[in-house]
């Protein structure tokens, strides 16, 4: 301590930010001064407790200081009262009331950061840094004055630029309605919400309270699919996901895929109106679940991110998709847009709320596949990254620091269990996962909503509830990766008859062989079988999936991808083994295939949580190089060759030194002749 | 002519600019070069015209040039076919077309500058410069590239900074809505209706057209007052008033005058928003109405600029005005506003149109007050001029270039002929004018309607249809003045009796008199009279307005002023020397008197047609400084003085050398003791 002297040395950790202050300089103010990441919702006034610290007393040989007890303020009654009746964790001291009396090391809490790093729960384990667009702020108004006749809106303004260095307020006129009676409620004391958004010029004023408010800020994050859409609701102070929910797409009844809504819109006149109009019916109804789930009003949701694909991205937003069905499939707007949620009908939220939507990257890939990118960071990437976001259209990214590439490829449903003769959609009942003895080539499986296996002999009594009522999209992956291996199937694709395989489960259907997965026509249910035409369309869709992938390393010069990411909330299912085993994705040593989740829904929580992450997620789909498979040759004959299973000419060296596939043929022509047909997007 | 060189000086007139320019250099693009303000919507493209010049032939000694025949290029198949389909007036070219080929003079022709000068009808006659912020222009669009994917609408916004120079654009979804179709119609070239406002970073669409649109542009002025509202249209190109209209102020019903509408919303929740849509209706109702006279859609109406009080001004945006019945009289907010013409419900104007605000001066004094500063420009004034803007509530602006002041008074409606005995609005069959012979005192007087006056044997016939109804305002202040010329009524404003005055038409009413105008009767008409309390009434108006005027006089230091401004439309219906007998305006030559007719209307007609113009008058609002007359001590002083016709204290040297008032008394006290009462705002 420095007894002698007029200042003392303040120490802030984590930071390691150090300065000298005059004694009786109140922490906050230190904090401020150095450029200390310390909250202070009230701006010092010892009402909001956001600039919580914790001084450390004793030797600090790191720092070469010795702090002594009194190195701060004594106990005041601001904080004496804040900790009698909030509470305040021991050793904690406020911010704003705490002074420096002699040199001291201040630790701030994680909770006391403004631009808190949240951690992601992803296969990466990402940081994450705070800093929203809607933030709330307690500011101090002076009260009217007839001799200098100024508006209570332009006082309040005077106010926020000298308390909070705001500059430049805009106000809804409903928000103008309101501020006089609660400016006078609060006793021109009042919490205000506002939000600036990445290109804003102005900060806009969302929310007005009387006196000092801590209300729920929060923030919603969409990802709007084809099938489904899914919400979580987040905290925007601390990035907290208070609840999530999900509804399947109302626009389903217009058209199962995209290519078939959009000829619904150019066949129906006022059809886009319809599907436009349905769709934002479903996210006011999402707003109202989240809302309802984390128990708070939906009216405290000041922001929302949403990410689509293109035809999604303008059925929200009201603009006939027509020109995305056909080249050049032009976008009515490719980059990121700022809008009013009143707008776009989203009555559900608060008046005020904005809309943040992210950048498409192309006519094929939109803002969910630039969601993708923000999230798994393909441009920070040191070595080779595939990135497949599978659904009904697949959308895929490769890249590393030097170069990132995009394309969609149009996979179709069948990954999702449509035009699958057993499939369903994932729900209770369905067959998720399933494994063939090579041997006896008898199948047993799993269902979702039990974790038993069907040769388990708990597994009648543990599925009675729901049943085993089909296949669902990472069950038929597994189901014909399986039969593969289990010699069921040929390299061409082909079911071999009982004969062939030796199994009376390989049953004719016609001219050709289906195998029979399940029977549960005793007990009243269906005959689960995985037929022909199955096969023929999974093949499809892995073929559309690789050809993008193969057609992206192509233009990148690579032979080989150093490791894979599997997006989409079905990616979270498939098993990487089963996937190579049908060819779905480039080969790779296991380990390297990974998981990301919803990534979509993730990169849509970062940039609700992050104006900087909205920034970065512009310039990188700016960066980033589109390639569009409809127009490519190659494409097609990527997708020719990949229709074998799992390749007819790449090599697979990393999946053939885990399995041997065995070497069958059902067919004297060789197989694969049936996959040549081009599939339609969607 | 420099046939040797390469190079050729080019002269423009009026503007004088000059340079020197390669050989086939167009005249538009030498121009631009030059910064001379030579307009063109099409961008140079041949097809709108707004670019056409004149070039002069022969010896310009003035110049120090000799321009030969073949100083431009010869008319190309272009101009044959413009001149051929459109015409074009003999001698004219068009600027994109014509090329440099020698030493030339060109002059630029009003009707192709960009920021034409329009010459107001004003009694100061001051020019206007044309500087609105929408604007149409024509642009070329890049074709969409299925490999450089990017969206319509950033393809629009990179042909906008490159043809046009402007930067960041913004669309409503409405346009975007709209934009894939438009542009491919017109084959990728469209004419975009832009807008930019004096606070706004960004440009927005507004409309898009396919090829080359000429349709109107349009924007109205709007003079929201208590008790009529007033539009006009104007072409935003020129600033033309193309059709004017008016409406009486629906909310009437909810009461006479402002306090009384203030004081309805405070006794019946929710009678504001009832008060706010009548008024935003009638605004729809008069958008609709001066289109049809204009004979244009209304949806052509891109933008609308409108002032009011600063109770009509909360009643509009929605705001309870209850804290303006109450001192300290606090506005929701002072400052200009920029706001969507949808937001305000004004569905009639173009679903885009945009709505700007003049700011508020202070809680009684309004963006009318403002627009009249703006029209009228006291701060550009060398000599010290006092503006008064009559109505239900008097506006008052005292300054010269040094320093304005501003107050408003509570004159209330007695000028409009309310709270008068016989009064009406000015409407046919409203007695305007009055005279009263001094010695037989006798009167004559003149009708709304009619040249004739009363005492021509044509006036029975020409007042037929009419009738003799009523005294409007400027009739009742032109009667109180000639009944005290008269020698009817004292200075102290009590009319005398039969015996005193020696006529029979000061009939006694109760315990006062009442002078006959005109009796009716026999014809089933009214007998319309002056009574004492219509004096009384007129006595509190015109020192409610004297007061004002005299307390910024003293807050100015003047004991004079050099001129004085009536304004409003019924300042035009005043005359100067009626009103100075009453002593409603200080003592000045009657010819520094003069009218603005509706400058209110006007100064929104100048921010209308100029960004620059509302940078200004925001700039002059912020220097005016405001006097409260509620919480003044001397207003109460100068009541008083007031009430005497024409003053009590002061002098009236400049009255007092063109009439001689009698010297007459009514009452052995002094008059004026009844004129002590304080009238209520409204």
């Known amino acids: ?408 490829s149009p996979t179709g449903p069948a990954f999702e269990g449509a035009q699958i003769s057993s499939g369903q959609r994932a729900a209770p009942g369905a067959i998720e996962r399933v494994e063939i003895d090579p041997v006896t080539k008898e199948p047993r499986f799993r269902v979702i909503g039990s974790e038993v296996w069907s040769d388990d002999p708990a597994f009648a009594e543990a599925t009675k509830a729901a049943g085993v009522t089909g296949i669902c999209g990472s069950g038929i992956i597994e189901a014909v990766a399986e039969m593969r291996m289990a010699g069921l199937v040929d390299p061409g694709g082909l079911i071999g008859g009982p004969d062939q395989t030796g199994s009376a489960r390989c049953e004719p259907h016609g001219r050709t062989f289906g195998y029979l997965l399940h029977d549960g026509s005793a007990e009243g249910g269906p005959r689960i079988s995985v037929l022909q035409g199955d096969i023929r369309a999974i093949q499809l869709a892995k073929s559309a999936l690789y050809a993008g992938a193969r057609l992206l390393m192509d233009e990148m010069g690579v032979e080989t991808v150093d490791r894979v990411t599997l997006a989409g909330a079905f990616g979270a299912h498939i098993s990487p083994k089963h996937a190579m085993i049908l060819g779905m994705i480039p080969d790779v040593p296991l380990e390297k295939v990974t998981s990301a989740g919803n990534a979509a829904g993730t990169g849509a929580r970062i940039a609700l949580c992050s104006v900087a992450a909205r920034d970065q997620i512009e310039a990188t789909v700016h960066d980033i190089h589109k390639v569009e498979t409809a127009i490519e040759p190659r494409f097609q004959e990527h997708f020719v060759n990949a229709n074998a299973i799992p390749h007819a000419v790449d090599p697979f060296p990393n999946l053939n030194g885990i399995v041997t596939l065995p070497e069958v043929s059902f067919n004297p022509k060789s197989g694969g002749d049936e996959g040549g047909r081009r599939r339609r997007r969607g």
């Open 1 to 408: 301590m420095t007894a002698e002297t007029n200042d003392a040395l303040v120490i802030f950790t984590p930071s390691g930010k150090r300065g000298r202050f005059a004694l009786g300089t109140p922490v906050l103010t230190a904090a401020r001064q150095l450029g200390v990441d310390l909250d202070s919702v009230c701006g010092g006034r010892g009402i909001c407790s956001k600039c919580q610290i914790t001084p450390g007393y004793g030797e600090f040989p790191k720092h070469g200081v010795t702090v002594s007890e009194d190195a701060l303020s004594d106990w005041n009654a601001v904080e004496d009262r804040y900790k009698r009746i909030r509470g305040l964790i021991d050793g904690r001291r406020l911010g704003c009331q705490a002074k420096v009396m002699g040199d001291v090391v201040i630790d701030v809490p994680p909770e006391s950061q403004v631009h808190k790093q949240v951690i992601r729960k992803s296969a990466t384990e990402r940081v994450m840094v705070m800093d929203p667009a809607t933030r709330a702020v307690y500011v101090e108004v002076e009260e009217p004055d007839m001799h200098e006749p100024t508006g209570d809106f332009e006082r309040l303004a005077r106010a926020l630029a000298a308390q909070w260095q705001v500059e430049g307020i805009e106000a809804d006129l409903s928000v103008l309605r309101r501020l006089q009676p609660v400016l006078r409620k609060g006793e021109f004391k009042v919490t205000v919400v506002l939000h600036k958004g990445n290109h804003d010029s102005v900060t806009r004023v969302l929310d007005i309270f009387p006196g000092f408010h801590e209300g729920p800020l929060l923030g919603m994050a969409v990802d709007l699919g084809s099938t489904t859409i899914a919400a979580h609701l987040c905290d925007l102070t601390d990035g907290r996901v208070l609840a999530s929910s999900g509804l399947m797409n109302p626009q389903i009844r217009f058209g199962e895929d995209l290519m078939s809504r959009v000829s619904y819109a150019m066949m129906n006149p006022g059809g886009d109106i319809e599907m436009t109009r349905v769709v934002r019916e479903a996210i006011n109804t999402l707003a109202q679940a989240v809302a309802g789930e984390a128990g708070v009003d939906p009216a405290s949701i000041y922001e929302m991110v949403i990410v689509f694909n293109p035809v999604m991205h303008h059925l929200f937003l009201g603009v006939d998709p027509v020109e995305l069905g056909q080249a050049p499939f032009a976008l009515a707007t490719s980059g990121s847009l700022s809008l009013d949620a009143r707008d776009l009908d989203l009555t559900n939220l608060n008046r005020t709320a904005r809309v943040y939507v992210l950048p498409c990257i192309a006519g094929h890939v939109g803002a969910d596949a630039a969601a993708v990118a923000l999230s798994e960071e393909p441009n920070k990437s040191k070595d080779m990254v595939l990135i497949v976001d599978v659904g009904t259209n697949a959308e895929i990214l490769l890249g590393n620091e030097t170069r990132v590439l995009a394309c969609s």
